[in-house]
């Protein structure tokens, strides 16, 4: 199976690039190769020319916050911040899934939300400031979008979307320590937890699945 995975330099896309290249042929897409999915007229072009039988998403913007710098409210987020998660979390992932989906029939699409598109980030967690709601925001309209794309691409393609919880990467431990005792499963999610129903969705396991949310956050949601 030859996969295409968007933000394949970033955490997650890293460890999925690393993990399904043993069984599979991987195309990466990233940023920091100089592969910019704003520009409609390079997603046309790349699409055009390079072909798959999955696309994999895993290319957003999030909000993480340097150590030491204090996270601002939602009084005083800019519009541009806010323009800027619509721009590349919506409207370029429209724009990857639409020419993918243009350039290759009997295939599959894996679309990454987040437990913050089903419920609100947590004020609680942040020490006084907020998690941009822009993320929140664009996250819940990715799971809209995947049972728009799966519900008109049918029957050639299948679309479907995964919607972790928290990843354990580089937090600080009071922040771990929050976020796991929130959790029924008490701890944060290991980064290959994901693989396997990746892999899942990409395959003819998955034959009759599309547009389905899969939620992957040790019952985060679920409180």
Known sequence: MKI???GSEGLI???LSN???QNHEIIKLDLTL???LTDEKFVKEW???NHGDSLINCFALNDHVAKGEKRPTLFEFSLESFNKFLEINLTAL???CREFAKNNKNST???FSASTGIVSARPDLYDGGHKHPAYSISKAGVTNMTKFLATHLAPEIRVNCVSPGGIEFDQDEEFKQ???ELTPLKRMMKKEELNEIIEYLCSSKSSYVTGANFVLDGGWTIW
């Open 4 to 6: 295409i995975i968007t």
């Open 13 to 15: 896309g890293k460890e």
């Open 19 to 21: 993990y399904l290249s």
């Open 34 to 36: 100089g592969h910019d």
């Open 47 to 49: 699409f055009s020319k």
């Open 94 to 96: 429209f724009s990857v």
């Open 109 to 111: 699409i894996v679309n």
């Open 178 to 180: 929050k976020y796991s």
